[in-house]
């Protein structure tokens, strides 16, 4: 961890009133999240927000809306106002940091730590929250400055989707490029027939991969909506079900969690169809968000570029 983030990390508290022990760094990914004690005794987590990933409208979009779910009772980190009363504080020129409840309990797990057995009841369980998330959001009224990332056609097959354009990656060969790029324009077409046909769009977490489901003392509560955007409803079941994809177990897990969701949400055919491709479509935009996030030569780049082509080579063989 660098001494500089310690420092903002330490400044930042001070919006919030101080803490009782230096904050001490829990995970650096896209923010670095930080356990802290404020000077109440109140434990949260503070987050120190990725320059330039986020601007100042989204982050304090996202922070209106867990706070709108969480006054719904929807098991989510509610944001902890500054002394000022403030959700989103500018601690630097290009830092930004919230501060957030702390959430008891334990991840169901991560990339690298699976699920024990098949996972079909935690994926039901996890279904039926989805379907909760996108029923209390239809019925929020938002403000009309709020502003979030598109996780629609475009924000995933667009000239400038939100992770890259993925069908143009380095390090790709210009054969591995043709069947990306084939694969694009074959899921645009999909995509926009379904849509057409009166395939909703809504406000998604976007991000429920295991490490942002965490199980508790009072059941399952969704961390982490810095990926919170536009889309396609069935995009936050695929997504929750991405990290299976090669677990002997995957198939089930999916239709578990198509199963929560449709007790208490309408799926169509539609939605049960296209439930792999947007299971593709996750894989796809990873291989190019690796790439920014990854040391230069790593070989996760390569594994998330084979895993790509994988998932486009079975999709165009159908």
């Known amino acids: 961890m660098s001494s500089e983030l310690q420092f903002y990390a330490e400044k930042a508290c001070n919006f919030w009133g101080g803490c009782n022990k230096l904050p001490k760094l829990i995970k650096h990914r896209e923010n670095a999240v930080f356990g802290v004690i404020l000077k109440n005794n109140i434990k949260a987590a503070l987050r120190l927000h990725r320059p330039g990933y986020k601007d100042l409208t989204e982050i304090k979009s996202e922070m209106w809306w867990t706070k709108a779910l969480a006054k719904k009772g929807f098991p989510v980190p509610c944001p902890i106002e500054s002394h000022k009363g403030e959700d989103v504080i500018q601690v630097s020129s290009d830092l930004v940091a919230t501060m957030i409840e702390w959430v008891e309990g ?174 593709m479509l996750r894989v796809l935009a990873t291989s190019s968000w690796i790439i920014s996030r990854a040391k230069k030569g790593s070989s996760v780049i390569d594994i998330y570029k084979q895993r790509a082509l994988k998932e486009a080579k079975k999709f165009l063989e159908k």
């Open 106 to 279: 334990a991840p169901i797990g991560d990339a690298k730590i699976p699920i024990k057995g098949s996972g079909k009841k935690i994926y039901f369980e996890l279904g039926m929250l989805l379907a909760d998330l996108h029923n209390l959001t239809e019925d929020l009224n938002f403000p009309d400055w709020f502003k979030r990332p598109l996780w629609d056609i475009d924000g995933l097959l667009g000239e400038t989707p939100n992770w890259g354009r993925f069908w143009e990656s380095s390090g790709l060969s210009q054969e591995e490029k043709y069947i990306l790029k084939l694969t694009r324009n074959k899921v645009k077409l999909i995509l926009q027939k379904y849509k057409f046909d009166g395939a909703e769009t809504l406000l998604l977490h976007g991000d429920a991969i295991r490490e942002n489901v965490f199980n508790g003392p009072n059941g399952l509560t969704l961390i982490d909506f810095d990926d919170c955007g536009y889309g396609f409803p069935i995009y936050d079941l695929a997504t929750a079900t991405i990290q299976s994809i090669e677990d002997k177990h995957y198939q089930n897990r999916c239709d578990a969690i198509l199963n929560g969701y449709g007790k208490d949400r309408y799926l169509t055919d539609a939605d049960f169809e296209l439930f792999p491709i947007f299971s």
